[in-house]
Structures are given as C-alpha cells and as structure tokens.
C-alpha cells in the first residue's frame, strides 16, 4: 500500500523536460562573464554612452562641457527662439517622407516586375539597381551634381528630393526582393482561379503578402534620408538647408547645447515611434 501511494505521489509531481536551449542557459548562467559577453557588454557601452551624454549635457546650465547645474534653457531656447533649425528640421522631414514614399512606390513595382516577368535585361537590372548602395555616397554626390549642372536645373530642395530617391530605391528594392523570394505563387494561381483579374491580384494579393518588406523599405528610407549628409552637400542650394547641412554649418562655431536638445527630442520620438510601429509590423507579417 505504502508503495502504491509513493508511486502516485511520484506520478503527481511535474517532470522536467529541459530542452537543449535551457541547458545551454543553466550553463551560462552558472559561468562567469566569458569573452564574448564581455566584447557585447563593451560595445554596447560603447554604442549608447555617448547618447547618455549627450542627454545629460542637454540640461545643462551652461555652454560649455563643465556641469554647473540642471536648467531646461536649452530646450526653452529649442522650442522658442530656433526658427532656422526649425525650418531646417521640417524640409528634412518634408523631404524624408515624399522621397521615402517615393522610392517605395518605385521600388515595389519594380520589384515584383522583376520578379514575376523574365526578360532578356532582367540580370543587368537587378546589378544596376545595387550600385547606389556599395559606390560612395561621395562619387554619388559629385555625379548628381554634375547632372543637375548639365541639365541646368537650379539646386534646392527639389534637386534633394531626387537625389534621396535615387538613393533610397535600392534599399526598398532590396526588402521587398527578399519578400518575394518567400512569396508563395500558389496563392496567384489560385486568386486567378477565382477570376481575379492580374491588377486585382496585384492589388488584393501581392502587395498585401509583400506589406512588411514595403514598410520595412519605407522607415529605412526614410531614416536614410533624415541622417544623409554627403549627397545632400552636394545637390543642396540656397535656402533649402536640412538637419545635417545645418548642424554641419552650426558646428563650426562650437556645438551648441540646442543641438543637444533637439537630438534627446528626437531619440524619444523615435524610441516611442519604434514602440508603437513594433505591433504593427508583427499584425502585417502575421497576415
């Protein structure tokens, strides 16, 4: 009897099912720092203490790098007395968005027209479309602008606006290619089945299986664009000034504490804009 009732006991306690994954983390656990953890901890430091910087400078009182004390009159000064960064600020964002949009549009078609159609330059297309993404941005510049010098177009922010297309159409190009090597053709089989015609299952079918990799295309043109200095350089004219061309101007009198500001301004927007696209983008390519 006494056996019989350890038995059920023993029968009624949960067994441990460890898999190879905790294994290796029981293991780790119990070592000390091994190098590789010790090469991610550095860099990692490495990567995100001169943000910390930065925001911590951002507060303070004076100009300089000595701390004399926790003051917002840098932002007070950001927010109120900074018209031309402002205006600076919003031609990066007006230019970010519409040639983002832009190269996504482009990219898009043009991807899925490679991918569905076989023609005798289709290998030539694919090798050209990557060349803005390894040639240097400063050869890219350099022949944009004599470009625009040839064709005698006035530089401004339309002259921007085409060169960040230009370079931001690979990358799009790129993601949405990738998608579409995953991409299931049965479902257009059977979308034509059902008498979808082919701008219907473009429509209804592709684009909406192909939607992460266009929205992954588009946030990583945008943030190209928004951080691009050497080709905007280059292809800039009078009054058309962005973010990086102004800081660049502003920097040569010594780094401001405004541009401090704005730049912690700009981390939490984008941390919060991440935070808020991250489901988003988990709802799409679980569609």
Known sequence: MKLRIRDIITSLRPTKIYSEASRHARRALGKSFSFSQTIFIATIVFLFLPLFVLILYSFNSSKGMNWTG???VWYEQLFLHSRDLWRA????????????GSATLLGTFGAIGVNWYRFRLRNYIQIISFLPMVLPEIIIGVSLAIFFAGIKMQLGLLTIFIAHTSFNLPF???????RLDEFDF??????????ADEAQTLLKVTVPVCMPGIVSGFLTAVTISLEDFVITYFVTGPGASTLPIYIYSAIRFGVSPVINALSVVMILSTVLLTYLLRNFLKYIAAK
Request: zero cysteines; hydrophobic letters at 70%.
């Open 70 to 72: 926790f003051s917002f």
């Open 89 to 100: 600020f919003w031609n990066s964002i007006l230019i970010a968005f519409t040639s983002a």
């Open 186 to 195: 049965s479902i257009i089989e059977a979308a034509h089945d059902l008498g």
């Open 172 to 178: 799009v190009f790129l993601m949405v290619m990738a």
